[in-house]
Nanobody, 126 residues
Framework: QVQLVESGGGLVQAGDSLRLSCAAS????????MGWFRQAPGKEREFVAAISWNAKDAEYKDAVKGRFTISRDNAKDTGSLQMNSLKPEDTAVYYC???????????????????WGKGTQVTVSS
């Protein structure tokens, strides 16, 4: 199985940028689709972005399209989420997740992902 560790969160002002990283260990990262999810206080965990195992496909939550970019480097067993033009509503704990790639399209559903990191806090002040 794969272990995931997120980093890069912090406190920023609206309009600033952050880059989250996800370090994978334990198994070859390249067999997993990767997703980023977030959870704000009092809200359910929600999909942010996902990328296929070979980085050929990516999906985004509508609210982050054009501002966030998901990427991965299988040679380094890492994934990233570049977040630009951050807004206060982006404030949440951000989680990296992985699921063994299948022939199906990448998923935006949290329960499809079997491996999760512990999360990193992102706080955007207005």
């Amino acid at each position: 199985q794969v272990q995931l560790v997120e980093s890069g969160g912090g406190l920023v002002q609206a309009g600033d940028s952050l880059r989250l990283s996800c370090a994978a260990s334990g198994r070859t990262f390249g067999i997993y689709d990767m997703g980023w999810f977030r959870q704000a206080p009092g809200k359910e965990r929600e999909f942010v972005a996902a990328i296929s195992w070979n980085a050929k496909d990516a999906e985004y939550k509508d609210a982050v399209k054009g501002r966030f970019t998901i990427s991965r480097d299988n040679a380094k067993d890492t994934g990233s989420l570049q977040m630009n033009s951050l807004k206060p509503e982006d404030t949440a704990v951000y989680y990296c997740a992985a699921r063994i790639a299948t022939s199906s399209s990448i998923s935006a559903r949290p329960h499809d992902y079997g491996y999760w990191g512990k999360g990193t806090q992102v706080t955007v002040s207005s």
